[in-house]
């Protein structure tokens, strides 16, 4: 194996103790066993238990802002049916990885700050993306980024339920942000 495919390893166990136990059951120890590692092995690609936390939040980071640059809509088509894909998108993103979700969406007191602050930084820059494709197509009407802010708000509700059941089919989520924007729009 690989330096790079020993690390990915690495942070792949890391990634399930911490969905299956939570951050604070994270330590070299249990991770370098569960690798079938030696501990030097784990601090050599890691330093600490701070870098490979970090680590395992970078990566999951990169994860998440790849697949929400897939997600957020562009301009074009009907706004509702634009925005309704997107969602739909999201929620299928979410379904098939639900343990880097959750540590997104329902990240556990145990959590890194760098966790915290990476959470907030992303949710900014989605609205700002979101608020610039929406712009358009309220002409005036509404204040973009408060749309932007309140999709997001519906959005990330909406994978919370999908992280809590996970066997809930996602059209009926959907149909239901389809009817919560007829008010809207």
């Not at 136990?21 to 079938?36: M, N, P, Q, W």
């Not at 969602?87 to 915290?116: G, H, I, K, N």
């Not at 494709?133 to 749309?147: E, K």
């Amino acid at each position: 194996m690989t330096g790079s495919e020993r690390r990915e390893q690495i942070l792949d166990v890391t990634k399930e103790i911490v969905g299956s136990a939570g951050f604070h059951a994270v330590s070299i120890d249990r991770v370098a066993r569960e690798a079938g590692v030696t501990r030097p092995v784990v601090y050599t690609h890691f330093g600490d238990l701070d870098g490979l936390l970090n680590a395992l939040v970078d990566r999951g980071n990169r994860g998440t802002l790849e697949a929400l640059s897939r997600i957020v809509p562009t301009p074009g088509g009907r706004p509702e049916d634009v925005l309704l894909e997107s969602l739909r998108r999201f929620l299928e993103t979410v379904q098939r990885d639900p343990v880097t979700w959750r540590l997104a969406l329902l990240p556990p007191e145990s959590a890194p700050a760098l966790l915290a602050d990476r959470i907030a930084r992303d949710r900014a820059n989605v609205v700002k993306g979101l608020a610039a494709v929406v712009a358009p197509w309220l002409s005036g009407a509404a204040d973009p980024v408060l749309v932007a802010r309140t999709l997001v708000a519906v959005s990330e509700e909406l994978a919370r339920v999908v992280l809590e059941d996970p066997e809930r089919p996602i059209e009926p989520l959907v149909d239901h942000a389809r009817w919560a924007m007829q008010g809207v729009s």
